[in-house]
């Protein structure tokens, strides 16, 4: 509104705005709907395992054995309530991803600026909107400052729009044309300020109108699901003629068809590795909420694999290497050189009055931007009660920064003045292009900002000029500007940033630096975070000179990239991906956008980032922390890690289990395990395979190792002989428990006993194993895994229950077993996977040796 005031509004205060958000729900569009318990159950029931489960239940009806039928399909309510548990976890995390990844905004409320998601704005909040936002809500522009929009998503015009102030009057007008003082949702800030009053929210919006409705988290195929979807197709087909050949050679053999059949089922149950889908779902939703967790949010789970690939990480200065928490550490005028630091206690000289009073107007009045939140300081700390603060002098003009020339002016009309006074601030390169400096002036201004710069400051310049024409002109330029003055600003490294690049290099990381600040300040920083190579610094300006090859050449040796603006990042991306490298590039800004997309991991910042630096990135970094993503690439080993381990571990269980269902049949045995015992069997694999393993942590070597090359298959060849000869170990020794039982003359529902729990305490020992191929099982014990400890506890507690309860063995076709049985079976399992843990420990007394 033309009479509004910018520093008077307050914005609703929290209270009213819990009370909007109770009474009209979020501001998102329609999600789809959450799967309720009968779709899940439903897709549980078109699974081939569910299948052969019922198929078994209904034999067993046939047969008229009924406890047998009623028991195995009991176990079909289990399956559908541990599918719904993993189901309803996933769902939960990929929620709360959802949440962080919606877009923030920046609001008023109880008269604070206060950042928050853009699903809580609601009607009448008031937006503070600058460049790169994306508009959270329709509203209606209250004041602003060269408010330019891009509204193609709602029009199709690829042009920004000029956007002009509400005047009280004007009703809501649909998206389109220039002078409407009208924004509306998802539309994006391509330039300007601006504050405006929510007047629609969610469904209410345009973009709501029109039936926009909110994605979820798009998982989309990843060269792990690729393998192994192809692994389980073969398993598969293998499965299914071996259950026909079962089936048939049974019938023929023994004439025994329904028997057969059950033999047939039981060993497509037993080769059937439906674990690895689930594993594959639940390791990568709840491996990119546990990064979250690392305040590092995954919007693009392929990323996941990507980070354990990553060779290069491409970072910015400000905010990511530092703290962004700006403050004046000196200042050149007239005079010459003042340190703040060492005159805390002094007075400003007066030689510096006049460049801190224009600083502060060349600066917003509630300033947002960390550098000029530093010059209002020292404008209170210095210049309070003095002739040269301005709270009621009215801006009437703002020139913004543009491509060609980092400077901004600010037009001021004083109560009592008829001039206009323009205060002018920026790169000083730039401010020095606004005074007309002579060669002479600019060599000495030179020698000023390296010496500031050599001190790893950031630098300003700082200009005035005075104005009496009545109509002003169209550029910056047209003013007789005069230099007032340097200012030298220090952003402390965080501290966790050393430690976070030592270790980058120890995994095999390289890191490099890229910042729109001097080659001395970008130097200085590199030498405290402990870069490699800091004497060879390219420059903006140098990158331009260069051709493609002569950039791949010296990119593969520079690791500091200073004066470089943000379009340069595509350059450099590309650079190094014609070396081969694995990128990861950060970004914060519009122009960042295209280097986050062609870089393999794009990383937006969560804090100063911009909406569309979001989107187009797989990772947004929530604090902004260098060290968070050095967290995240040991969170995407440690997953990679998991996984393997998971898949291994099934591969090599379901080897014994097979070959137990399909031996008894060839050798014309009595048949050792029935589908009851698979399905027991699974209740042990399945939480083992995705909640164990899931949850286990890294290994100590994991930022020692160099990084994973994106070709190599998680199913190497090596894995899959491992895995292999860990279930062949098993069933040799299951095998041989079962033989010796039915030929000493034991019953069968005795030596089925005797093997079964065999199996299971082998079983128990694979997982133990598996949880490293570097560390002995008893070194395992000091990492922390509480979900181990409840699967092997239930597996031995239910155990006990089906050996110990008469109609529990009865129903498993068990006979009672002896301490001393439980005794050969606790060996034989343990004997099992004892070669394995050889082969560990001869694995590292080479490496040691080495």
């Not at 298959?713 to 491992?722: A, D, N, R, V, Y």
Request: net charge neutral; aromatic share 8%.
């Amino acid at each position: 509104m033309k009479n509004f005031d910018v520093k008077k509004v307050l914005g609703l205060s929290e209270k009213e705005a819990i009370q909007r958000l109770k009474l009209e729900g979020f501001n998102e569009l329609q999600a789809s709907k959450k799967k309720n318990l009968y779709y899940i159950a439903f897709e549980v029931m078109k699974e081939p395992m569910f299948l052969l489960l019922l198929a078994s239940g209904l034999i067993y009806l046939v047969l008229g054995d009924v406890q047998e039928a009623l028991m195995l399909l009991s176990f079909v309510v289990i399956i559908i309530f541990i599918t719904v548990y993993q189901e309803r976890k996933t769902e939960r995390a990929l929620e709360a991803l959802r949440d962080l990844s919606s877009p923030r905004a920046l609001v008023l409320r109880d008269g604070q600026k206060k950042r928050i998601a853009g699903r809580e704005v609601v009607r009448e909040d008031i937006l503070v909107l600058s460049e790169g936002d994306r508009v959270p809500a329709d509203a209606v522009i209250l004041w602003n400052a060269n408010l330019s929009v891009d509204e193609s998503l709602l029009t199709g015009e690829s042009a920004p729009v000029r956007k002009s102030i509400w005047d009280g009057l004007v009703k809501f007008i649909r998206p389109g044309g220039d002078g409407q003082p009208f924004i509306y949702s998802s539309t994006l800030v391509i330039q300007g300020q601006a504050m405006a009053k929510v007047i629609a929210i969610g469904m209410n919006t345009e973009v709501g109108k029109i039936g926009k409705a909110l994605q979820s988290i798009e998982q989309g195929k990843t060269l792990l699901q690729k393998e192994t979807k192809v692994l389980v197709r073969n398993l598969a087909t293998f499965g299914l003629l071996f259950c026909i050949l079962v089936v048939v050679a049974y019938g023929l053999t023994r004439g025994n068809w329904l028997n057969g059949f059950l033999a047939g089922i039981t060993l497509a149950m037993a080769t059937l590795p439906e674990e690895f889908p689930v594993v594959l779902t639940i390791f990568l939703a709840l491996g990119a909420w546990r990064m979250s967790q690392k305040q590092v949010l995954t919007r693009r789970v392929p990323a996941i694999e990507t980070l354990g690939s990553a060779t290069v990480l491409c970072v910015d200065k400000t905010g990511t290497i530092t703290l962004n928490q700006m403050s004046i550490k000196k200042l050149y005028c007239k005079d010459g050189f003042y340190d703040v630091d060492k005159h805390k206690q002094n007075s400003l000289p007066e030689s510096c009055h006049e460049f801190v009073e224009f600083s502060i107007l060349a600066s917003q009045s509630d300033p947002f931007d960390p550098m000029e939140k530093a010059f209002k300081n020292i404008g209170k700390e210095y210049l309070s009660n003095t002739e040269h603060l301005h709270d009621d002098w009215q801006l009437v003009q703002e020139y913004p920064l543009s491509k060609k020339l980092l400077a901004l002016s600010h037009v001021w009309k004083s109560p009592d003045g008829k001039d206009f006074i323009i205060a002018a601030k920026g790169a000083p390169e730039a401010v020095a292009e606004l005074c007309h400096l002579n060669q002479e002036e600019i060599r000495q201004l030179k020698e000023r900002i390296n010496l500031m710069a050599s001190e790893g400051l950031r630098i300003l310049g700082v200009a005035r000029s005075r104005f009496r024409e009545s109509h002003l002109p169209d550029h910056q330029h047209d003013f007789e500007f005069e230099f007032l003055g340097l200012a030298g600003f220090e952003d402390p490294i965080r501290q966790a940033v050393p430690q976070a690049v030592k270790e980058c290099y120890s995994a095999g990381i390289r890191v490099i630096m890229i910042t729109g600040d001097y080659p001395e300040t970008a130097v200085n920083i590199a030498g405290q975070i402990g870069l490699s190579n800091i004497d060879e610094v390219i420059t903006g300006l140098g990158l331009d000179s260069m051709d493609d090859s002569q950039l791949c050449e010296r990119i593969k040796s520079c690791n500091i990239f200073a004066r470089v603006v943000p379009e340069q990042k595509l350059r450099l991306v590309n650079a190094l991906k014609k070396n081969g490298e694995i990128v990861a590039m950060t970004g914060d800004g519009v122009n960042d956008a295209p280097a986050l997309k062609a870089s393999h991991i794009g990383i937006a910042m969560g804090e100063r980032g911009t909406d569309v630096a979001r989107e187009a990135s797989a990772l947004v970094l929530v604090n902004d922390d260098f060290s968070s993503i050095v967290d995240a690439v040991k969170m995407g080993r440690r997953i990679y890690d998991n996984i393997k381990k998971a898949m291994a571990y099934i591969l090599a269980i379901h080897v014994p289990i097979a070959g137990m269902s399909l031996i008894p049949v060839l050798f014309k045995w009595p048949l050792v395990l029935l589908p009851v015992h698979i399905v027991f069997l699974e209740l042990i694999i399945d939480p083992a395979c995705s909640i164990v393993f899931e949850a286990e942590p890294e290994e100590k070597d994991i930022m020692k190792r160099k990084p994973r090359k994106p070709s190599d298959p998680i199913f190497s060849g090596k894995i899959i002989g491992l895995s292999v000869l860990q279930g062949v170990g098993v069933l040799v020794i299951v095998f041989t428990v079962f033989a010796v039982a039915y030929f000493r003359g034991l019953s069968e529902n005795e030596a089925r006993a005797l093997t079964f729990a065999t199996m299971i305490v082998a079983n128990l020992g694979l997982i133990l194993t598996n949880r490293s191929w570097s560390r002995t099982i008893i070194a395992t014990f000091r990492s922390k895994n509480s979900a181990l400890w409840w699967v092997l506890g239930g597996a031995v507690f239910f155990l006990g229950l089906v050996l110990n309860f008469p109609f529990l063995r009865g129903l498993f076709h068990f006979e009672k077993l002896h301490f001393i049985d439980l005794l050969i079976c606790f060996s034989a399992g343990i004997v099992s996977i004892l070669w394995f843990e050889l082969f560990k420990l001869i694995k590292m007394s080479r490496t040691a040796s080495n």
